[in-house]
């Protein structure tokens, strides 16, 4: 009886799929070769599209990066969080997710999997204000991470340093960490005063502390053998994500790879830079291919590819003048971050949330396309779904299950979707509809906007005086999810 039980929990461990999501940052729907793009090359992520599914109606919940990356751990739109999940995180801002409250990490914990994050973290560390000289709790392992590698906000806000298992990497205690983000600390030079000191220089803000030659948003001092090289940071995170595959390849595994590239500042290996004929914001979307083709490879390495469920998306949609001068925003090359979308990361038309999204898994898998409308707060449900797990009533309340539609190209995705702005405000989409409140610096004495997305991809005719009926009946559905806090 005991060895039948073993066999039994060993064959169902070997049959639950290991998962790789790998969410890039920054990267538009006109991105990658099997979107649509040629003057960058992305051969591992369009064969990752030719051996599985591309998803061409899927969106972040949010046009800006924290809002997305809370909603995927959560399957709750962030917009009904407090503030602090609304907007973009500082480097010492709190954990934004309660631990202990549902989270996709800490389901499939449960479920046997190991689970490990390397890469952009952007949810906030710490009980208060992050100090990173002790060891920061709560952080990834409370919400369900075993192994985590983190950038703890984003490339171009200090502290320039990473976090592994709640502490920072190398950190000399003789040389403590100090960060703010109002007045100025220590004695380092800001690319305010010292922009002779500069490798890059800014086009907006980012004239705070310099770390590698490149001022950030926000001043640090301390921490000088801890400090990261941004022109090795695709290769320190691809090593922490391979070896933790590696460790982990014996039993179910969770790999969340939230890679920097392509948010600035944009730093390529020299390997990568001028290989792109897209400038700069080319070499490191081409890295970043590198750095999928490398974990592709590990899983083949090891004879885990057949079982192993890899999802790739963005954070948002693509940007180009994101704060440095790079050379993207005088690009001439014809490259078109977001395809035949309308405008960019931050904003609500379709620019700013409609992501590339790849998923393969070949033993459940056949190589497709889908149309399906799919948003990245589905992954909860989706994956419950896949490893049998059961949500509570309150768990993942915006998250849809669209495991069906993995098999069967004719199965419903989602009826409907709310987006986010980088200003909080709210649009929302019913079918082919799209209904666009005033949003942006210059949202005032502008009206409401309604698109027929079937026949308007590009967001050019506004259709709202000829439908005000469907306005405001898409009004009073918006409110209805908003109010009601859940839209599964």
């Not at 591992?44 to 998803?55: H, I, K, P, S």
């Not at 100090?178 to 007045?183: A, D, H």
């Not at 400038?279 to 057949?306: F, P």
Request: overall charge positive.
């Amino acid at each position: 009886m005991v060895l039948m039980l073993l066999f039994c929990l060993s064959a169902e461990a070997v049959h639950k799929p290991n998962i790789v999501f790998i969410l890039a940052d920054d990267i538009g729907y006109g991105d990658l070769g099997c979107y649509g793009a040629t003057r960058v090359k992305t051969p591992n992520l369009d064969a990752l599209a030719a051996r599985g599914l591309r998803f061409t109606d899927a969106h972040s919940p949010s046009s800006m990066c924290s809002p997305t990356r809370y909603a995927l751990m959560t399957g709750r739109y962030a917009w009904r969080n407090t503030p602090t999940a609304r907007g973009v995180l500082s480097g010492v801002a709190p954990l934004c997710i309660v631990p202990g409250s549902y989270t996709l990490p800490s389901m499939l914990q449960k479920q046997g999997y190991a689970t490990g994050v390397v890469g952009k973290w952007h949810l906030g560390l710490g009980a208060g204000e992050t100090d990173y000289n002790t060891e920061i709790k709560p952080g990834a392992r409370e919400v369900g991470f075993d192994y985590s590698f983190l950038i703890p906000a984003t490339g171009d806000r200090v502290p320039c340093v990473y976090v592994e298992n709640g502490r920072v990497a190398g950190l000399d205690p003789k040389d403590p960490i100090r960060v703010s983000y109002g007045k100025p600390i220590g004695d380092e030079p800001t690319g305010k005063a010292r922009p002779d000191l500069l490798t890059m220089k800014p086009s907006l803000g980012h004239a705070d502390t310099i770390v590698n030659g490149i001022s950030r948003i926000g001043f640090m001092t301390g921490g000088k053998a801890a400090r990261w090289k941004d022109e090795d940071m695709a290769d320190d995170l691809t090593k922490k994500a391979v070896g933790f595959i590696e460790r982990s390849k014996t039993k179910p595994f969770f790999l969340y790879f939230a890679t920097h590239d392509s948010h600035v500042p944009r730093v390529p290996h020299p390997r990568f830079a001028g290989k792109s004929a897209h400038g700069t914001r080319g070499d490191t979307i081409e890295q970043l291919d590198w750095c999928v083709g490398e974990l592709m490879k590990t899983l083949d390495r090891h004879g885990l590819s057949d079982n192993t469920i890899i999802v790739f998306s963005s954070d948002n949609g693509g940007v180009m003048d994101d704060g440095y001068i790079d050379g993207t925003a005088t690009d001439k090359s014809g490259h078109r971050c977001n395809g035949v979308l309308r405008g960019f990361k931050v904003g609500l038309y379709e620019g700013g949330h409609r992501v590339p999204m790849l998923v393969r898994w070949p033993a459940q898998i056949k190589p497709g396309v889908r149309h399906q409308l799919a948003c990245l707060a589905d992954w909860s449900a989706t994956l419950a779904s896949v490893v049998g797990a059961k949500l509570d009533e309150a768990d993942a309340p915006d998250s849809f299950d669209l495991s069906k539609v993995f098999r069967d190209p004719d199965a419903p995705g989602r009826a409907q979707m709310v987006m986010h702005s980088g200003g909080g405000v709210l649009a929302y989409r019913e079918g082919p509809w799209k209904l666009v409140p005033p949003h942006g610096p210059k949202a005032k004495g502008k009206a409401t906007e309604l698109f027929h997305l079937a026949d308007d991809l590009s967001e050019k005719n506004n259709l709202a005086s000829r439908e005000p009926e469907r306005v405001k009946a898409m009004e009073h559905n918006l409110e209805v999810v908003r109010k009601g806090g859940r839209s599964r």
